[in-house]
């Protein structure tokens, strides 16, 4: 049996060398110009819109830069899948992107790894408690990816939350930072994020100062990871500013 | 963003934007340092003899809220009242709902809230009117009574111990909706009144302003009060059987043009109010009713950008003089 083994044709591996064309670090040493020109400690301009849905029961629109995203929430309400009796509410996450959202055509590879991410920052944020045996459904969907989608959904998902009137702990704000070589940037775009070296996403509620997830991937040094946190809690809690302000003016628009 | 979305030209724009400035002006209680939102504080004056009521949560010691809304304080109780509040059922509301499912026993009926609602068998009236034990043949027959999609009214009687919503339609007034429209509107704009079943005589429609945000308006139903119908009605009765199994095949051609043209009428005044945000009330609507006939307006018209505009005035108007006469 053994001898028979090297008569089967080998399988077809890709030449490795295409791969690490693109991961030569360009950046050892040198200063990263951003291309949309931001300093690197800057976030992009935000655009945030709730009541986009009107058939949900809340909903919200972010646009941060060339990222956009829709998220609507339904509920509470019922739910085939939840028969047995639960003293807490259950909260039902989908992220999906369309099919014009990024520059090639077809199913962005991490859309289902976004659902259960989603589902963890914002569980930490929603008293359950509040819906007993009933369903909260967030569906998120990507209208363009520009880079740093995550953040953006959970921000979006967060206003559709309260716009939908569930009870909420708090706001929950998120931005992610990249590292390439030596620089550290906020809010990357997509061509920031396919050349990082490592990348760190937190999603806090910024009144709380507490953090409900962080995600670290990529090769980080100590004294960077704490710089790199302390930049994304600052951002976080000035999103969260610009998000309460966006919802105070929607409440103030004329409605009897 | 939120409602139907009209295309104005820059004149209607600003009337509209006007009227809706002033009805702003004519509030009463423009506290708008009374609204939060989620996580901000609510300033309390003692905080340890207050009570902390819904949407509101601890942290260190402060109150801060748990929902975006408007601060209400009634004595000790502290409370955050949600702008576009889901339904809040209590018992005795007038509801309309339509079966999604025939279970053992029970219809199950969507209300437009978290849960769906529960209609027992035994609190529905049987269709012989005898008051008995419900057999397993009744079970069997639950159907014939109302079966999926139907449209229902009827009243909350309870609530289950998780939150479940009981109903009951022991009285005539309640029961299967059947020429009509429903129609459905946010339930903040349907404020809690002695009475949720109005008869438009000069229409000849009926209008149930259900508690849960849905609307029936539909065919004028001449409700037989059994306490009166006695021993001498019941040959009437049995004459108006035989009749009726005829007229059942000619209902389509029974409900005259006009009522159904009042009932479209009405309805489409119902949806111009609910995207502006007025409240719902029958004296609004049938003076937006008025309204489109006086200027001999299409039904289809009523949904147009002019009749909103118009609409918008009408409503401002009528606030402004109300204010007068106090």
């Given amino acids: 049996m053994a001898g028979k083994i090297s008569n089967t044709p080998a399988t077809y591996m890709p030449s490795p060398t295409s791969q690490n064309k693109k991961m030569s670090s360009i950046f050892t040493g040198s200063d990263w110009v951003r291309p949309d020109g931001r300093g690197p400690h800057q976030c992009r301009p935000s655009f945030l819109r709730t009541g986009a849905v009107n058939y949900a029961s809340g909903s919200a629109y972010a646009e941060f830069g060339n990222t956009k995203v829709i998220v609507s929430v339904f509920g509470p309400r019922e739910s085939k899948k939840a028969m047995m009796y639960s003293d807490m509410g259950r909260l039902n996450c989908n992220v999906s992107y369309t099919s014009f959202a990024t520059p090639i055509r077809g199913q962005a590879s991490e859309s289902k790894d976004l659902s259960s991410m989603l589902h963890k920052a914002l569980e930490g944020a929603i008293i359950l408690e509040s819906f007993p045996k009933t369903t909260v459904d967030v569906f998120a969907l990507v209208l363009e990816s520009g880079g740093s989608e995550l953040p953006v959904i959970i921000s979006c998902a967060s206003l559709a939350l309260a716009d939908a009137g569930i009870m909420l702990y708090d706001m929950v704000a998120s931005v992610s930072m990249s590292c390439l070589g030596k620089n550290l940037v906020i809010d990357p775009v997509s061509e920031e994020e396919s050349y990082q070296d490592g990348g760190l996403m937190i999603t806090c509620m910024p009144s709380r100062n507490e953090v409900t997830q962080m995600t670290v991937t990529g090769e980080w040094s100590t004294p960077k990871i704490h710089e790199a946190m302390q930049l994304c809690l600052d951002a976080c809690s000035k999103l969260g500013k610009i998000m309460r302000s966006c919802l105070k003016e929607a409440v103030t628009l004329p409605q009897e | ?326």
């Fill in chain 2, 1 to 326: 963003m939120r409602g139907l979305q009209l295309s104005l030209n820059k004149n209607q724009k600003l009337r509209v934007e006007r009227a809706l400035e002033q009805l702003e002006s004519l509030s009463l209680k423009s506290n708008s340092d009374a609204s939060v939102t989620v996580a901000d504080n609510i300033s309390v004056d003692c905080e340890d003899a207050i009570l902390k009521g819904h949407g509101t949560t601890e942290l260190d010691g402060r109150v801060v809220a748990t929902l975006c809304g408007v601060v209400e304080r009634v004595n000790k109780l502290v409370y955050v009242r949600a702008l576009r509040a889901r339904y809040k059922p209590e018992i005795g509301d007038i509801i309309v709902g339509r079966v999604i499912e025939v279970a053992p026993k029970r219809w199950r009926l969507e209300i437009n809230f978290s849960q769906d609602a529960v209609l027992m068998l035994s609190s529905m009236n049987l269709p012989d009117g005898i008051q008995r034990r419900r057999t397993a043949i009744d079970e069997l027959n639950m159907r014939s009574i109302f079966e999926e999609n139907d449209v229902i009214c009827a009243e909350v009687r309870g609530f289950q111990h998780d939150g479940c919503l009981h109903l009951q339609a022991r009285s005539q007034k309640y029961g299967k909706l059947e020429i009509g429209q429903l129609l459905t509107i946010p339930p903040y704009l349907v404020k809690k009144r002695k009475q949720h079943f109005h008869h438009l005589e000069q229409y000849g429609i009926d209008l149930i302003l259900g508690c849960n945000g849905y609307v029936w308006v539909g065919e004028h139903v001449e409700v037989k009060d059994p306490m009166l119908v006695d021993q001498s009605n019941k040959s009437e009765q049995q004459n108006a059987d035989s009749e009726n199994s005829m007229s059942a095949n000619e209902v389509e051609t029974c409900t005259p043009l006009e009522t159904r043209q009042n009932i479209c009428r009405t309805a489409n005044a119902i949806r111009v109010l609910s995207t502006l945000g007025f409240m719902i009330t029958v004296e609004v609507i049938t003076e937006i009713v008025n309204l489109s006939t006086s200027l001999n307006l299409d039904i289809h018209e009523m949904l147009g950008p002019e009749f909103y505009v118009l609409v918008a005035e009408k409503e401002a108007e009528r606030r402004s003089s109300l204010r007068k006469k106090r």
